[in-house]
């Protein structure tokens, strides 16, 4: 899920694993690592949208592997098996429903000289 011109960034254990240092100076807002108020509206949105994202993970994940699923039937059928490779199907593993990664077989698209795959 997303919101627009909003993001979320959890920290577990603040200064215990990793340091982290603001980007922006100023003020005392977000426990002094970025200054100006807080924009209440979208941050309640983005809360809505975790609420609604985690009360449908399961058809949402349907979808996301459907239209996954649908894209990468439609670049075999149009490209053929010789000029697209899926690069993450392996039998017997997981996969992550919206995500799909493929090489296109062809000249290299940087450098010099011929390539196998080209990403």
Same mark, same amino acid.
């Given at each position: 899920?997303?919101?627009?011109?909003?993001?979320?960034?959890?920290?577990?254990?603040?200064?215990?694993? /990793?340091? +982290?240092?603001?980007?922006?100076?100023?003020?005392?807002?977000? =426990?002094?690592? =970025?200054?100006? *108020?807080?924009? *209440?509206?979208?941050?309640?949105? !983005?809360?809505?949208?975790?609420?609604?994202? *985690?009360?449908?993970? %399961?058809?949402?994940?349907?979808?996301?592997?459907?239209? =996954?699923?649908? +894209?990468?039937?439609? !670049?075999?059928? %149009?490209?053929?098996?010789? =000029?697209?490779? +899926?690069?993450?199907?392996?039998?017997? /593993?997981? &996969? !992550?429903?919206? /995500? @799909?990664?493929?090489?296109? &077989?062809?000249? &290299? +698209?940087?450098?010099?000289?011929?390539?196998?795959?080209? @990403?």
């Amino acid at each position: 899920f997303y919101g627009p011109r909003i993001g979320a960034l959890y920290i577990r254990g603040l200064g215990e694993f /990793t340091p +982290l240092y603001p980007m922006l100076f100023g003020g005392g807002q977000e =426990r002094n690592f =970025r200054p100006g *108020t807080e924009n *209440t509206p979208m941050i309640a949105g !983005l809360g809505k949208a975790a609420e609604l994202v *985690t009360q449908n993970c %399961e058809a949402y994940e349907a979808h996301m592997r459907d239209v =996954r699923d649908y +894209l990468e039937e439609r !670049l075999e059928a %149009e490209f053929g098996q010789k =000029r697209i490779h +899926l690069n993450s199907q392996f039998p017997g /593993t997981q &996969r !992550l429903p919206n /995500t @799909c990664n493929f090489s296109i &077989r062809g000249p &290299r +698209l940087q450098g010099d000289g011929p390539s196998p795959w080209s @990403c």
